[in-house]
């Protein structure tokens, strides 16, 4: 795997955007014109041949997930922009959009009409005070100035909840009801299902997918390519949080070590400490202090049994207990979980118990094969993927600590008397995050 010489070379990050006149002078609406010149079937095969793949968790090509949408013959087509950014450790989203509503906006409209979607939404918590003003208020300034392209486009301020991520959750907040995934995705099940049955896909993208579209449109998709690995093509929009100097956003060319950002970027462990561990998220198995030499890419993270997820990494010291941060994180899950799916709301309590056990002493052997059997069957017959993202973390966490959980089995309790909490990031000060208040601790 080649290592990008100069990781910060930059597509979507280019500092603040002050106002529409700063966004145009710098090349913004360039990506919508030349859309409007080639046409919907040639922008999908642009985005197909860039290689961009979706940057909300599962990495899905975007190009292909669009061509899907077009091959329907469905009469009416949406397009959801995926603003809630609800993961842990995560808060690249919001950074996108403080920084530059615009590119946003204008992604929205190229990805709108080239799908041929009759409307598009975007679904954004509703706590997300400033990013809510910012679009807003960018959004005027394009209508006004005739950049806003041909599809309306509304917000849609949804709950704090975990689910409202979830795009089948996201797609039941925007017709009114609480985020509780149902049954078939949204290219099958879309938005307002017509009086007869019949279905109207949607297509739902991230916040920093559609940043990189107007990008792509205007420069092409052999210059996209020219950015990150083969498999991962562009940059990404990469957090790092937790025991480290500096907690920081910053856009990284894929390919670049984890190493980098959590050494460089995040300026390495506190005095006196040691990191042992990195988590992309609370869904991703954790990739131990040797490995992060890993490539951030897909196909790099996956070849260490982990995934790239939303691009947050929650950094741990040597002094976190690892049955508190499998406690910790499993609880998260466990809160999460709608509860519709028995499996799911069953297995994350029980993985929650076990962990909980481990960490304050009077665990033994017998919790850990409790673990280990509800890994197989807490994904059984789920409707969503918070199930997977539960087993991918405790599995991971079983097999790279496996070790120190055995130690904990012993019966007494862990001598770390620290903290461990689960960083929902709401705002960056400076270099610390503010954490949303966590939930009583469960390890
Ligand atoms: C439990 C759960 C929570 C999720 N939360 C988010 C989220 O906050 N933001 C997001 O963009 N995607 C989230 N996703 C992924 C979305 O379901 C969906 O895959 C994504 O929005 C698709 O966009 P993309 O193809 O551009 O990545 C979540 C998935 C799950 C299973
Ligand atoms: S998998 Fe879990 S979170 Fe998803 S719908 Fe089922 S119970 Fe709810």
Redesign the pocket.
């Known amino acids: 795997m080649a290592i990008a010489a100069e990781p910060r070379r930059i597509l979507l990050a280019r500092g603040e955007v002050s106002d529409l006149d700063a966004y145009t002078a710098s090349g913004g609406g360039r990506g919508l014109a030349r859309a409007a010149e080639i046409g919907p079937q040639a922008v999908i095969a642009e985005v197909r041949a860039s290689g961009l793949r ?5 990495g ?1 090509p ?1 190009g292909i ?1 669009w061509a899907g949408a077009t091959a329907s013959d469905a009469s009416r087509r949406y397009l959801v922009c ?1 603003a ?4 842990p450790g995560t808060y690249k989203d919001r950074w996108l959009i403080r920084n530059d509503p615009y590119q946003l906006l204008e992604g929205i409209a190229i990805a709108a009409s080239a799908i041929g979607a009759e409307r598009a939404f975007i679904g954004i918590k509703r706590s997300f005070r400033d990013e809510v003003i910012a679009l807003e208020r960018a959004a005027a300034e394009m209508a006004e100035a005739g950049l806003a392209g041909t599809v309306p486009v509304d917000l849609v301020e949804g709950p704090d909840d ?2 409202f ?3 089948k959750g996201l797609l039941e907040v925007i017709e009114g009801r609480d985020p509780l995934p149902r049954l078939y995705p949204p290219y099958v099940q879309g938005l307002f299902e017509t009086p007869d049955g019949a279905q109207q896909p949607a297509v ?4 920093e ?1 559609l940043s990189n579209i107007p990008h792509i449109i205007a420069n092409g998709a052999e210059w996209f390519r020219s950015h990150g690995t083969d498999k991962s093509p562009g940059t990404m929009v990469f957090t790092v949080c937790g025991d480290v100097a500096r907690e920081s956003v910053v856009e990284l060319e894929m390919g670049t070590p984890l190493s980098f950002l959590v050494h460089v970027t995040g300026g390495g462990p506190h005095p006196g400490r040691h990191i042992r561990m990195a988590l992309p998220g609370v869904s991703n198995a954790p990739v131990p202090a040797g490995r992060l030499e890993v490539p951030l890419s897909y196909e790099g993270l996956e070849a260490v049994g982990s995934g790239l997820g ?1 691009g947050g990494f929650i950094v741990f010291d040597d002094s976190a207990c690892i049955a508190r941060i499998g406690a910790a994180f499993s609880a998260f899950l466990f809160r ?1 979980s709608c509860g519709q799916c028995p499996p799911c709301k069953l297995g994350t309590e029980a993985l929650t118990v076990a962990f909980t056990r481990l960490a304050r002493g009077g665990g033994s052997a017998g919790d850990l094969e409790d673990a280990a059997a509800w890994l197989i069957r807490v994904t059984d017959a789920n409707r ?3 199930g997977a ?1 539960q087993r991918a973390f405790a599995e991971g966490l079983l097999r790279e600590f496996g070790e120190d959980l055995v130690a904990h089995a012993g019966g007494a309790p862990c001598s770390s008397t620290r903290r461990v909490v689960v960083p929902v990031l709401e705002r960056l000060e400076g270099d610390r995050f503010v954490y949303r208040e966590p939930d009583p601790e469960a390890g």
């Open positions: 979706g940057r909300g968790g599962a899905f975007t997930k995926n809630a950014e609800g993961e975990y689910l991520g979830e795009e739902v993208n991230n916040v997918t939303s999460g969503c993927g918070l993202g």
